[in-house]
C-alpha cells in the first residue's frame, strides 16, 4: 500500500510540475504575441497600426540608429493623426535566408523587408515599387533633394534596384560600400621606418616584403596582407579590381556595339586571333604575387578570425568593405589609416597598359529592402520605405549611427569617412570577368587562384587557363540552364506585354492610367528585348568556349 501511494505521489508531483510548465509556456506566449503586436499600447489602443521592419544587419549601430528613426517616425505619424507602432526585427544573416521564404510563403510577413535570393523570388512575393520612383519622397521636403524624384535622390539612379530579369524595381538601397584597405601605421612604420602609405602595387609589394623580413627577425608571426579567405571574398576583390585596372578597355574593341562586351566577345575574340589570351591571364598572375603576402592556411581564416589578428597587431594591411570601417578604426588599439587599393601602374613589369583605378560613383549600393503582397499596411510600408531613404533620417541612421556611406545624393562626409567616398576622378568602370558565368564557374575561379597561390606554380596564368578548360562540361551544362532559364521568362514577359497592351485600351480608364499601362509597358519591352540579347550572348558563349585551345595559337 505504501508503494502505491509513493508512485501516486510521485505522478502528481510530475503532474503538478506540467501543468506549471503548461502555465508558464502560455504566459510566454502571451507576451510574444503581445510583444509582435507592439505591445501593450497597441493592444488596448485597436486603432493603432503596427508595421514590422526586419533585417539582417547586426553591426554596431545599425540597430541603434533605427531605434531613433522609428522614434522620429511614430512621433511624426502621431502628428498627422496616425497611430503607428513600428517593430524592428534582426535576424542573424547564417538564418535569415530561411526564416525570409518561411515568412514568404507563411503568408505573414514583415511588412518591411531586407531583400535577398533569387529574381523569382521578388517577382513571386514583393510588390513591385515602379509606379511609384517617378513621385517626389515627401519626407525630403526642406532638404537639398526636395524637387527630386525618389528614383533621381539616389546616387545611381536606382540603377542597383532595378531587376534585370523582370525589369521591375522591387526594392530601394539603404546604404553604399566601397572597397578599402585598412593599415596599421604602427606596424609599418616599424617594419620600413616610414609610415608613408603605399599608392601603386609596387610599393605595396615592398612594404610587404620588409614586413615580413620584420616578422622574421622579431620572431613574430606578422601577415603582411590578412585576407577573407573562408568566403574567398578577398580574392574576388582583387580579381574583380586589378582584371578592371587591366582590361578594362575590352569593350572598347571586342563588343560590336563599343561598350559592354561579354564573357562570347572576349572569347570570340581569342579564338578568331583578335585578342591575346595573355590578356585575361595578366590578372591572375598579378593576384599569384600578391598572394604570396597571405597568411600560411589562408583558405580557412574567416572575417572574424582576420580582424582579430588584425586588433592584435600582427596583420600589416586588410582589405574589406567600408561597412567594417568604423570597427576597424575605433576598435584598434594602433593607429589606422584606410587607404585604396593600391593602383597598377607602368612601375610593375605587369602594367605597361594597365588604366588605373576605376570609378565607384553608383557602385556598391547594398541594403536592398523591400514590400512583400502579403503586406496589411501597403500604404504605411510604402511611407515607411520613403521615410528611411529621405535625406535626413538615412544620414541619422546610415551615416550618424552605423558610420556607412549613404544610398543618397549630395551626402557630406566627415573625418575617416571622406576616404571612404567612392572614386570619381577616374573615366574607367568596372570590366565584366569572362571567366565568371554563373555560380559555377565563380566559385571555381575562386578556387583556381586559391590553387594557385598555394601551389606556386611556374606559370600561374597556363595553370589557371588549363583549369578553366577542365571545367568546360559543367560550364556548357550550367550555361544551357541558363539558356532554359531565360526562354521561361521571355514566355513569361511576352505575355505581361500582351496583358499591358490590352488592358492600356480599356476605354473605362483615365488618361493617367493608361500613362501608368504604357510606362509599364515600355519598361516590359525593354526587358524582352534585353534578354534576347542576353539569349544570344550565352548560346555564343557555349560555342566559343567549346573553340578555346589549351596552347596559344
Not at 250 to 263: E, H, K, R, T, W
Not at 309 to 334: E, H, K, R
Not at 365 to 392: E, Q
Request: aromatic share 12%.
Amino acid at each position: 500500500m505504501s508503494k502505491n501511494n509513493d508512485e501516486f505521489s510521485r505522478n502528481s508531483r510530475f503532474q503538478r510540475f506540467g501543468l506549471v510548465l503548461a502555465i508558464i509556456f502560455f504566459l510566454i506566449s502571451v507576451v510574444m504575441v503581445i510583444r509582435n503586436h507592439g505591445g501593450t499600447e497597441t493592444i488596448f489602443s485597436p486603432d493603432t497600426k503596427v508595421i514590422t521592419f526586419a533585417h539582417w544587419q547586426l553591426e554596431d549601430g545599425f540597430r541603434e540608429g533605427f531605434e531613433e528613426a522609428i522614434k522620429i517616425y511614430e512621433e511624426e505619424k502621431a502628428r498627422q493623426g496616425v497611430k503607428v507602432k513600428v517593430r524592428q526585427l534582426g535576424i542573424p544573416i547564417r538564418g535569415y535566408s530561411q526564416w525570409l521564404l518561411t515568412q514568404l510563403i507563411g503568408g505573414e510577413p514583415a511588412d518591411v523587408l531586407e531583400l535577398t535570393g533569387s529574381s523569382d523570388i521578388f517577382n513571386q512575393y514583393f510588390v513591385t515599387l515602379s509606379p511609384y520612383i517617378g513621385e517626389r519622397n515627401p519626407w525630403n521636403k526642406g532638404t537639398p533633394l526636395e524637387n527630386y524624384s525618389w528614383r533621381e535622390s539616389f546616387v545611381d539612379d536606382m540603377l542597383a534596384s532595378l531587376d534585370p530579369n523582370y525589369s521591375e524595381f522591387f526594392s530601394v538601397n539603404l546604404f553604399m560600400m566601397t572597397v578599402r584597405v585598412y593599415a596599421n601605421v604602427d606596424l609599418i612604420r616599424k617594419a620600413t621606418g616610414s609610415d608613408k602609405m603605399p599608392d601603386t602595387v609596387t610599393e605595396w609589394l615592398e612594404i610587404c616584403r620588409k614586413l615580413r623580413e620584420y616578422g622574421k627577425a622579431t620572431d613574430r608571426p606578422v601577415i603582411p596582407i590578412g585576407v577573407r579567405g573562408f568566403d574567398k571574398a578577398t580574392l574576388s576583390t582583387l580579381f574583380y579590381d586589378y582584371n578592371a585596372q587591366l582590361n578594362g578597355d575590352l569593350s572598347d574593341f571586342i563588343s560590336a556595339y563599343g561598350f559592354g562586351g561579354v564573357p562570347a566577345d572576349a572569347f570570340e575574340a581569342i579564338n578568331n586571333g583578335t585578342l591575346d589570351r595573355e590578356r585575361l591571364l595578366d590578372p591572375v598572375r598579378l593576384i599569384a604575387e600578391i598572394g604570396q603576402y597571405f597568411a600560411e592556411g589562408f583558405p580557412s581564416i574567416d572575417l572574424e578570425q582576420t580582424k582579430y589578428l588584425f586588433f592584435s597587431g600582427n596583420v600589416g594591411f586588410f582589405i574589406d568593405g567600408s561597412y567594417n570601417a568604423w570597427s576597424m578604426v575605433n576598435n584598434s588599439p594602433f593607429e589606422v589609416k584606410v587607404i585604396r587599393l593600391p593602383e597598377l601602374t607602368a612601375a610593375h613589369p605587369l602594367g605597361g597598359h594597365a588604366l588605373g583605378r576605376v570609378n565607384e560613383l553608383g557602385s556598391g549600393l547594398g541594403g536592398k529592402f523591400g514590400i512583400p503582397k502579403r503586406t496589411k499596411n501597403f500604404d504605411l510600408a510604402l511611407d515607411f520605405l520613403r521615410f528611411i531613404t529621405s535625406y535626413r533620417i538615412n544620414q541619422l541612421t546610415m551615416v550618424e549611427h552605423s558610420r556607412w556611406l549613404s544610398s543618397l545624393k549630395q551626402v557630406k562626409y566627415e573625418g575617416f569617412m571622406k576616404d571612404l567616398e567612392p572614386i570619381t576622378d577616374t573615366g574607367y568602370t568596372g570590366a565584366n570577368d569572362p571567366f565568371n558565368n554563373g555560380g559555377y564557374s565563380y566559385r571555381r575561379v575562386l578556387q583556381l587562384l586559391e590553387k594557385i597561390i598555394i601551389e606556386k606554380p611556374s606559370d600561374p596564368g597556363q595553370m589557371f587557363w588549363e583549369g578553366f578548360l577542365d571545367d568546360r562540361p559543367i560550364l556548357t551544362s550550367e550555361l544551357y540552364e541558363t539558356v532554359l532559364g531565360i526562354q521561361r521568362t521571355l514566355w513569361s514577359m511576352d505575355g505581361s506585354r500582351s496583358a499591358l497592351s490590352l488592358g492600356g485600351s480599356n476605354p473605362s480608364l483615365s488618361e493617367e492610367e493608361r500613362e501608368l499601362f504604357r510606362r509599364r509597358g515600355g519598361i516590359t519591352q525593354e526587358g524582352v528585348t534585353g534578354r534576347y540579347r542576353n539569349l544570344d550572348d550565352n548560346i555564343r558563349l557555349m560555342r566559343e568556349v567549346e573553340k578555346l585551345k589549351r596552347e596559344k595559337n
